[in-house]
């Protein structure tokens, strides 16, 4: 099976076809010699639905839609993208701010992430996934902290790096297997996604494959190859 049928199966199977993959992080190039990287959030109680995704001063965030009706902010408002010199992080929670810190301290990806543990949210005990652009040693990592198979209350690290990443396509990682109950975390390695066109084409391809009724954000950032960045959002609300 060559590359491209590879990504568009992985596509098709998993975002296309699938209610509810959850938050979603996938790391890759473009065709247009660019790096990417695209966030989004799905939910389906309205306090996850009522949110929408900021960017503002190079930084992504997830902010409430309509603050009256926010229930609990604690596992779904906080900072997705950050920047760390020539480190482009990437998460779907507060982990984001740790990561930061630690690359800040010329720290390590992984040294950072290894103290974090799965949400705490039972019974569906969301995993934890990241994600860093690294254009000082060009490539990619991506992690995803889920909850033990054995016990459900202590957490597995899975950490993947890839230096070589073909133009046209990505590696994406979701926090969901697909909807039910209690949800089923992602399994196996990232997938190979495609990454076809400009960041418009990007983020226009991704939304529509995003199920309608549980979508609530996207945003794709593009880094050009002298390390200047720019976040595109599309937002339900």
Not at 52 to 61: H, I, M
Not at 86 to 97: F, H, L, P, R
């Amino acid at each position: 099976m060559s590359s491209t049928q590879n990504a568009t199966e992985n596509f098709e199977r998993h975002l296309a076809n699938n209610p509810y993959p959850g938050r979603g992080i996938v790391l890759g190039r473009s065709t247009k010699n660019t790096w990417i990287q695209i966030y989004w959030i799905m939910g389906r109680s309205e306090n996850s639905r009522n949110r929408t995704l900021v960017a503002e001063d190079g930084t992504l965030r997830t902010e409430a839609a309509d603050p009256k009706k926010m229930d609990d902010p604690s596992l779904v408002i906080y900072t997705a993208m950050h920047r760390v010199k020539e480190q482009y992080i990437v998460t779907n929670g507060a982990q984001t701010d740790a990561l930061f810190a630690c690359l800040f301290q010329d720290g390590e990806f992984v040294d950072s992430l290894l103290p974090w543990s799965h949400e705490p949210d039972a019974p569906n005990f969301t995993p934890r996934i990241s994600g860093c652009t690294d254009l000082s040693e060009p490539g990619i990592w991506l992690s995803i902290i889920k909850a033990s198979s054995s016990d459900g209350r202590s957490s597995e690290h899975q950490f993947f790096h890839y230096a070589d990443v073909p133009e046209g396509f990505g590696y994406g990682i979701t926090t969901y297997q697909g909807d039910g109950k209690p949800i089923p975390p992602f399994e196996g390695t990232p997938l190979l996604m495609p990454l076809a066109g400009d960041s418009d084409a990007i983020a226009h391809t991704y939304w529509e494959a995003l199920d309608r009724d549980n979508r609530v954000g996207l945003a794709v950032r593009t880094i050009e190859v002298d390390g200047s960045a720019t976040i595109d959002v599309t937002n339900k609300l």
